[in-house]
């Protein structure tokens, strides 16, 4: 990659245009995305002009939002009314919600008709829900079509839709009847009608379904489309698959980002400004700091304890890191087990059950570890001292994977987002009940005070 | 959901089966599925038994291994063959690798012919390779038939192949000339030739490319279909888009697990044995334990220090914690670049340089922070310890924000996998260095030798 990016660079810098046109419309798509944020503004609108109109089309559909703009901004009045008018009207929506006011006027001042009220239908409807994701150009017919009728409808229409391969069947108000795959279509008689080869039990969401939801119900039926409706039944317009897959990638991100304490951001890396990132980090690790203080107080409790046996401080990290992560352990089983449905919140009772046995098992094999590596390797300590720190983790294991289990399920159930409670914060959680454990465990079995 | 569930088994337990079959016939397969894994083996198969055959296999391909094996040995010899007749080739393969020898047996001699032969031929084929996700049962046309002609053939063929909506031009070797999408062919002259109206250049992938490079592809262009070929460029067969929305969830899953130090599994937690679940999590608690007890050491050689001022041990969990979440929030960026594509090795200065940054406004933030509240909360400390502490956490945040970020590349740069190294792993060296810089400062600052 770092080659091909430095021979664009050079061929930006040194070929004449029609050479360099010529090379980059045999690029493949997939590398010059790949490069794309390494280049500068500069060469990135100098490899743009030179790209033919659907290339462009697929270009500026792909990268994030602040070279979108750029680009757009390149553009002069009739180049921009052609890009426009290829771009499918879920695309432009999204576009146009990203971008400043003043492009955002650009680009509305040089919309086709049709394109503005298409537009103008979708900006109604939430990004995050269903409807956020639909187009409207689907392909719909009447039930009492025949077959070789609808066949040759779909030919004429081919070009202006987003897909040809689902056909919704409607009544005159624009209620959903029925669904036809082109395939269905093509297998059936010509003479036949619709309304007798279309599948009349459609899967379809409603406007205000979750996008997560939705793109589980498509995985599940493996469509190509999904058919959104309103309260009665009307059709609105279609998701489809490739929507639907982008969906998967940004919950995909969203999770790893709120299990690490990021904050979300439509932005990337190297887009985002110095204090873009520290804003999306720096309250995250306030909190946690704040909340993790507690710790101060419980190892601040057992003074005494500590001054009587120092070597007690030399395993605070290794019993709060192992807790952590047995915790972390149960905890992300749970989260994933929730995310893809096969976890309820009604089978508690077997998880913690399974977990607490679990837990058991790990916290004696690793207790016993603790015990070998306290008693024989440096900084030695005596077996008493040994014993107390191997049974602390021993317990500390067991408390950290039962809280890590019921924790999200419990969060879940009240509603709320086990992704972002799971992460660190429960890391601190299990430090101030796994310390309490090690210095109460230790108190006894040293029989201080 | 757990209504329906109950309900579900009281219907089970009390209807006659001709009740029961048209009620499951009414059951939406995605409100079935989030409920199977709930239900016990005998409530399963007498749902399955009352199943049409369609509703058979879309279930039968859409569950966990081990309730797949668990239907198939209830069926007897005929209905066996009917349902192996009906699943996909690609769906098929997977399930023969994945069963007990003696299931795959008796699933082999119930195959028929071509089925036994499109399943060898795809047994061929590593899993995580992309030809291990292809079907056979692609549309082939040559290129010197017209448009008329090739509907005709499309018409005809459309219920033996999986996807009729692309359709692959080859020569009498096999070799891929170009692709028409069914769209086109519609949308073009009756009379135009096949070799006209198809798209030359080809976005295909190799048959040993991995199945997330596969993935990337499909994603990139938007394709329902990416035809494999071998080094010959004949087509072997094709990966449709419900296969590789598996893949990207499947890749989900692992890279979470990966970052909390689980092992990947293809059992569902609810399946998985307590021994199944303890196996894919000790070995790496056992690694971070090992690892982890360099801390000891670390602590152990400011013991004098400790000794003289045991307020230090209060705050050994918040440095380690706070360095630990600012080390994890760095990395999980670039993993996340990375995986996206967006972040590359050669980017390593211009990152690494705005890491140091945000690493500094954050510690400087936090840093005083700590101060403050070591000061004026209990147990309060004086002055000059809480500088100490202030000042180390300070450093310890630019540090982990600096190892947070370069270690992910630098791994990545190596052909490992970031994801293994920056969970756990990374927050022990965290630890080791934020615990050594803490014990430092604070020696230097409180004047202790």
Known sequence: ??????????????????????????????????????????????????????????LITSIPVSSQEALMESLTGDNAKALLAEMDPDDLTDFI???????????WNNLGDEARRETQFLLKYDYDDAAGLMTTRYLAIRPNLTVAAALRWVRRSAKAVETVYSIY??????????VVSLRD????????????VMEKKVITVHQDTD????????????????????????????ITFDDIIDVIREEQSEDVYKMSAVGASRATYLESSMWALVRRRIPWLIVLLLAATVTTNVIAAYRSV???????????????????????????????????????????????????LVGLAIGVALGGLTVLRAMFLPPA???????????????????ATIVGSLAPLAIARLGLDPAVMAGPLMATLIDVSGLTIYFQTAKLLLGLT
């Open 211 to 238: 996008q997560e939801e939705a793109a589980r119900i498509l995985e599940t039926y493996d469509l190509i489309a999904l058919p959104v409706v309103d309260h009665y039944h009307r059709l609105l317009g279609i």
């Open 1 to 58: 990659m770092r080659a091909f990016l430095e021979n664009m660079r050079e061929y930006v810098r040194n070929m004449k245009d029609e050479q360099l046109r010529q090379l980059v419309a045999e690029v493949p798509m997939d590398e010059l995305l790949a490069v794309w944020d390494s280049l500068d503004e500069e060469e990135e609108l100098k490899i743009f002009s030179l790209l033919d109109l659907d290339h462009k089309v697929d």
């Open 381 to 399: 300590v005596n077996l008493s001292e040994a014993l107390a720190v191997g049974t602390a983790m021993c317990f500390v294991v067991i408390v």
């Open 185 to 196: 279509l093509l297998a059936a008689d010509d003479e036949a009608l619709v309304q007798d």
């Open 97 to 107: 919600q990203s971008v400043s006011p003043e492009v955002r006027e650009a680009v």
């Open 306 to 356: 500590l001054e009587a046996a120092v070597v007690l401080a030399f395993f605070i990290p290794i019993v709060t890191g192992t807790g952590g992560n047995s915790g972390t352990q149960s905890a992300t089983l749970m989260i994933r087990g929730l995310a893809t449905g096969e976890l309820h919140f009604y089978d508690v009772g077997r998880i913690v059950l399974k977990e607490m």
């Open 169 to 178: 069947v409607l009544d005159p108000l624009k209620r959903l009847l029925g």
